[in-house]
């Protein structure tokens, strides 16, 4: 933790243009999956987040060789030799399981501490490793570590996910690359950064189809070689600077996004009101009249409302004319914003899945502290519409998943610095 703060002069209008950078929930499998060929692999459009250095930490500690240049990072994992991830680095992010299925892959052998509980509440790992097992891994825990092992070549399974899971689906794409059969997934994760994985394993020489659907087929190959690949936009930072332009009455041209990804996310702004026009990779948002509320927003895996972007949709209904209904059905600890957001005025019930916000005609700024990644960008919408002074602690949560937050709202009128 740092003491490092947002501060925040509320109540000016965002205006103006943002290119959005690319996905953090793409670029780590992406990462992860550079190991499964012994050779060099170029990955460009890398935000600068620190989930990403600690996703080079674990190549390097892996035996891999990562230089950065610009927004390319290349990986060099020739000399891939170990496969055990320390405790200190699992702890450091908790999406660091993807390296599972990538180490198992390449190697047949993979070592780690189980990653826990989060800031968002348990976070099982249950469906990843019944996956694995259906393709023949042997996986032992003792005492909170997992030892994983892959013995002979993977021939190919049919599964049935219970739960759409995104990291599950990553983890037995990854794991069932490199073999002689074929892996059938039902019940796959949907989400755009399952496709951009895949279109990179396949830029690799892999075989995998259906990426995107709820079935994904993954054909087994001998071997793969390096490749270079630009990682997707971002489509929750996308939808953050949305809230932005919405909360605070503005408009924004948002540059390098896919609105196809989005369609859900642009529902939710153009039922509060706002104007929202698609181009092919740009998105403009105008937010001139006061917003509507939302009956009711329920958040779904995709095609559905993402989870990621539920507090940051909470934040923008704080000021609607009306009640909104949240009701928040794949995490179970995904309100933590809305005692923070009361803070600074806001009125909103949380309980269990369901919270009611009530919109009120002013935010009044206030010091708050972000309690989790989307949490915290929530509170910085807040803090942008509130009057008066919001200072937002604990940004190292924000720095995982914002390539520098501040810096972008300023260019877009906001009196935001890091202090
Ligand atoms: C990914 C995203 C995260 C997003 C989430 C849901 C990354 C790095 N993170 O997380 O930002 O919020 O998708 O869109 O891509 N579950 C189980 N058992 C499992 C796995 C999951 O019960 O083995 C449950 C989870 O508790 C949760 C739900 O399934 O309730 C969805 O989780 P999952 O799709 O796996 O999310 P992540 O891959 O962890």
Known sequence: MTDTRLYIEGGRKISGSLSVHGAKNSVLPVLAATLLSPSVSRIKNCPALSDVYSSTRILGSLGCKCRSDKSAIEVDATALSDCEISESLMREMRSSIVFLGAILGRLRRCRLSFPGGCELGPRPIDIHISGLRSLGAKIIEDHGVLDCTLPGTVTGAVINLPLPSVGATENIMLAATIGSGVT???????EPEIKDLAGFINAMGGKISGAGSSTVTVEGVEKLHGAEFSVMPDRIVAATYMGAAAITGGELMLTGVRPSDMISTIS???????????????????????????????????PGFPTDCQPILMAVLTRARGTSVIVENIFENRFRAAPELRRLGADI??????????????LSGSPVVATDLRAGAALVLAGL?????????????IDRGYEQLEAALKSVGARIKRV
């Open 385 to 397: 519409a509130a009057e008066g002074t919001t200072t937002v602690s604990n940004i190292n949560y």
């Open 184 to 190: 059938l997934i039902h019940n796959a994760a949907r």
């Open 349 to 362: 019930k949380a309980e269990g899945r369901v919270a009611v916000v009530e919109g009120v005609p002013r």
């Open 268 to 302: 939710q702004f153009e039922q509060m009101g706002c104007g929202v026009y698609p181009y092919s990779d740009r998105i403009f948002i105008s937010a001139k009249k006061p917003l509507n509320p939302i009956k009711t927003v329920r958040t779904a895996p995709y």
